[in-house]
């Protein structure tokens, strides 16, 4: 049944309001405001019990991880504190104005260039841009910065990134975009990068290495800093793709591993959820040798001996210009402050063990229930593959249909594509032991439906308020609007 509009919930004479009477001569709203007057559009007729009882019932519908468990894979859709939302609200920074003069915004100056600063300690670098809006968007900054490095030396022979093919899909993307030929290195049997095919592959019309570190099977480069030796003796560069940083907070500083470049997903590793279409943030951060072509302008503060005040440096002839209008979403800027805040180094480094812990949790739950075809040691992440259950003809999207029966977000699917039927568990540090029991309990008994009772699994889901759509129809076009039927 599907769920019925405010328009049809709509009954003749009902109100949202009581108020006294007019004690002031009435007015006619189609003279005073023309066409605008709403008078005789047919709003919709409810009482306020009926209106917050239809937006909760819809808020509900979806799965959500305020609801339940969503361990979807590389999007780690982790529980964010509400706590950072509530500072993201204050007034002094919600209701700060993008043309607000430098001297009237300090203290949002001074949150961006401290959370800056953050970033530098603990990703190693020298410099940062908060501006990208998420972090495909911080790859595409990050590789046009290293472009105009190598068009600022003459050596415009190098028209080539390399890409391992475990990537994610916005690496190519975001690679092509910035004039660049993405060139597939493919990876050793144990899902790592191979410092021998760098050997091979690396040219001087090679750019530079693009790598995921840990990489999208939840494996780390454990040849990061030969990989960048190799690079760097041919003159090319390393762009990490730091968007799994949640997994080495404290532990690992991708710069001392001798990478020149790369973005972080404030969106998945510091707070705000990820996906929903929500804003995110892919802050940048460099080597000095890049600094240079950061995007205008850079957050800066003048010399204690001055005044310590801060500053918007437009002063940049090098950069690669505006990634965004104005300074980037910094409504996510503060939540991650408070969450870096909050935490501390201690807490941010066991917020990444957790994770670890609880995705390695699952591997040995499920380890022998499912495939899994690169054993090496997960991080914050775990591929599985649905391959031993082809035997019943059951695919990985009918498992995960069937865990929305159980409650439960199903892990992303299909992704990495060096995995065939792949199962990316990605349960996050905030998860209670209880809830992954109940998850590995859940993918056993789906495992075992798969054999005794496929067509349960086929028909899945069947608890949820839609039962299987057509995805790619849904999200191609989709339709948000509600249109009366003809006729009503
Ligand atoms: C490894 C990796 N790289 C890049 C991205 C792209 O980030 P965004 O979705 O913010 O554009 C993601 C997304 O989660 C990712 O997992």
Known sequence: MPEKSLFELSESGRRAWSLPGLDVPAVDPSREFGDLARAGNDLPELSEIDI???????????????????????????????????????????????????????????????????LKEITGFDAVTLQPAAGAHGELCGIMMIRRYFESRGETNRDIVLVPDSAHG??????????????????????????????????????????????????????????????????????????????????????????????????????????????????????RILEPFLPVPVVRRLGNDEDGRYYLDHDRPDSVGRMLDFHGHF??????????????????????????????????????????????????????????????????????????????HAPTVYFPLIVPEALMIEPTETESRATLDAFVAAMRAIAREAAEDPDRLRAAPTLTPVRRLDEARASRQLDVNWTPEAGG
């Open 170 to 287: 916005t690496n190519p993307a975001s690679v092509m975009m910035s004039g660049f030929r993405a060139v597939q290195i493919k990876s050793r049997p144990d899902g790592r990068l191979d410092p021998d095919e760098l050997e091979r592959e690396c040219s001087d019309c090679v750019a530079c290495l693009m790598v995921t570190n840990p990489n999208t099977l939840g494996i780390f480069e454990t040849d990061a800093r030969r990989i960048c030796d190799i690079m760097h003796a041919r003159g090319a560069l390393v762009y990490v793709d730091g968007a799994n940083l949640n997994a080495c907070l404290g532990i690992h500083r991708p710069a001392d591993a001798g990478f020149d470049c790369m973005h972080l997903n404030l969106h998945k590793t510091f707070s705000t959820p990820h996906g929903g279409g929500g804003p995110g943030s892919g802050p940048v951060a460099v080597r």
């Open 331 to 408: 409504g996510v800027m503060v939540k991650a402050w408070t969450y870096i805040r909050m935490l501390g180094a201690a807490g941010l480094r066991d917020a990444s063990e957790n994770a670890v812990l609880n995705a390695n949790y699952v591997r040995a739950g499920l380890e022998g229930v499912y495939d899994l075809p690169y054993t090496a040691r997960s991080l914050h992440e775990v591929v599985f593959s649905g391959s031993n259950l082809r035997k019943h003809d059951i695919r990985t999207l009918d498992v995960a249909k069937r865990l929305l029966d159980f409650g439960f």
């Open 52 to 118: 917050v009882r239809h937006y909760t019932r819809l808020s509900a519908l979806n799965h959500h991880v305020d609801k339940g468990f969503y361990p979807l894979g590389s999007c780690t859709m982790k529980y964010n504190p509400k706590v950072n939302e509530r500072a993201a609200r204050l007034d002094g920074l919600a209701d700060v104005h993008p043309f607000t003069p430098e001297t009237a915004c300090q203290g949002a100056l001074q949150l961006m260039h401290e959370l800056g600063e953050y």
